[in-house]
């Protein structure tokens, strides 16, 4: 059979769970990722990426519009999902995703949202005209009270609710790598790192990609970027991807010196089949590239045009790096028979329903979402609580 070397079943021929279910724990985990960035503000009051800060938000809403939109494509009948909601079964992990997805949009994200940009979506509703001002007028929710006592109460309820969505932002993205963790079957996925290596692989790629959004629209508004802001997201996100890194190596030991029946189709694995996404892409350019450049700006006085170049070359290494490491976790775990006597490939064809076409298409859809949501609800007006200048 074409593709296929040394014995295989005729169904682990053929893998069940494509690119799309490779984009649904990238895009989760950005989400997380964007969240944490903005609890950075709210919680721990790091004011230095307070511009950030409503990006940040809007961004996590974007992006998590479109987190079960893979799923939906990749199921038979999507059309039937929403039945989860109706009869529960707490024994089934993507069952439970249904409950957690819901209560980080509704009860945290929006929520969130709406109590920061509740003065704001107030004068709006007041200023603006036609139908633009009817779809301020609904969602002020009927509340239009903005004096300085209700605003003081949004402020400590906003806190409260972030405090929540920390915790929230990490069982949504962990519970994937808990998906993949408690495969037993599949000695790729089987390692209780798997949920941790998850989250921190999700705020790093999430704090890069508001890193990277931020520079870029601040440009495209013709204003100065706030260096002071973008180095300190920076030396979060080299402090993050230290410990990410440090795990997925523990793991990478680990299963070195464990050495069990499995090991010898995974390093065939990694020195074929995946040598270019997981030595070349994750390793070597996604990571110790990335890591060697936020190093220097670290340690070492670089001007400020070339700490930003560093900022968005490594941010974009960073992302293809995370990305890659859902490929070789979600493709890579279905190339290989449970015997461990033979091998598949993936092909990625071009205009299917699971194509890569489609794969694009959710990829821009989010950046789609925060366009409109930057044009309704604009995260640096001048009277933003939590915009910040450049020499604050």
């Known amino acids: 059979m074409s593709g296929v070397e040394g014995y295989m079943y005729p169904n682990e021929v053929t893998l069940y769970w494509s690119v ?14 964007a969240f944490i960035l903005a609890s950075l503000v709210r919680v721990f009051r790091v004011q230095a990426v307070a511009p950030t800060y409503r990006l940040a938000l809007l961004t996590a ?14 199921l038979g009948h999507p059309e039937r999902s929403p039945e989860m909601y109706f009869t529960p079964h707490a024994t089934s992990a993507m069952a439970m995703f249904g409950y957690v997805y819901l209560w980080y949009l509704m009860a945290v ?36 009270n903005i004096s300085e006592r209700s605003l003081h109460i949004d402020e400590k309820v906003g806190w409260i609710v972030t405090l929540v969505g920390i915790p929230s932002a990490f069982l949504l993205h962990g519970y994937v790598g808990f998906i993949f963790g408690s495969i ?13 290596v998850f989250i921190f692989s999700a705020m790093v790629s999430g704090i890069a990609g508001v890193m990277l959004l931020y520079m870029a629209l601040t440009k495209l508004r013709k204003q100065a970027i706030d260096i002071r802001c ?66 220097l700006t670290q340690v070492v006085k670089l001007a400020e045009i ?21 490929w070789n976790v979600v493709i890579g775990g279905q190339l290989f028979s449970k015997s461990f006597l033979g091998y598949t490939t993936y092909k990625v064809d071009l ?28 995260p640096w007006p001048p009277q933003s609580k939590h915009q910040t200048a450049s020499g604050d």
């Open 20 to 33: 799309l279910i490779v984009l649904y724990p990238y895009i989760t985990g950005l989400v997380a990722g």
């Open 61 to 74: 809403l974007s992006f998590l519009l479109v987190a079960p939109l893979p799923l939906q494509f990749h």
């Open 109 to 144: 994200l929006v929520f969130e949202i709406w109590l920061d940009y509740r003065r704001e979506i107030v004068l709006r509703s007041q200023q603006s005209k036609g139908l633009l001002r009817l779809v301020y007028k609904v969602m002020t929710l009927g509340s239009n």
């Open 184 to 196: 037993k079957a599949n000695p790729w996925w089987s390692s209780p790192l798997m949920p941790v």
């Open 230 to 295: 973008v180095d300190t997201i920076a030396m979060y996100m080299f402090y993050i991807f230290i410990i990410d890194f440090s795990l997925e190596m523990l793991d990478l030991v680990h299963r070195i010196y464990e050495a069990d029946e499995s090991f010898r189709s995974l390093n065939f694995m990694v020195h074929t089949k995946l040598y270019f996404s997981q030595i070349v892409l994750q390793i070597v350019v996604g990571t110790l590239v990335p890591l060697v450049l936020l190093f």
């Open 306 to 326: 070339a700490r930003k170049r560093i900022y968005v070359l490594s941010g974009s290494l960073i992302l293809i790096s995370v990305f890659a490491m859902r």
């Open 351 to 378: 205009v299917t329903k699971e194509g890569l076409l489609v794969a694009i298409g959710f990829i821009i859809l989010p950046l789609v979402f925060l366009w409109a949501l930057v044009k309704l609800l604009p």
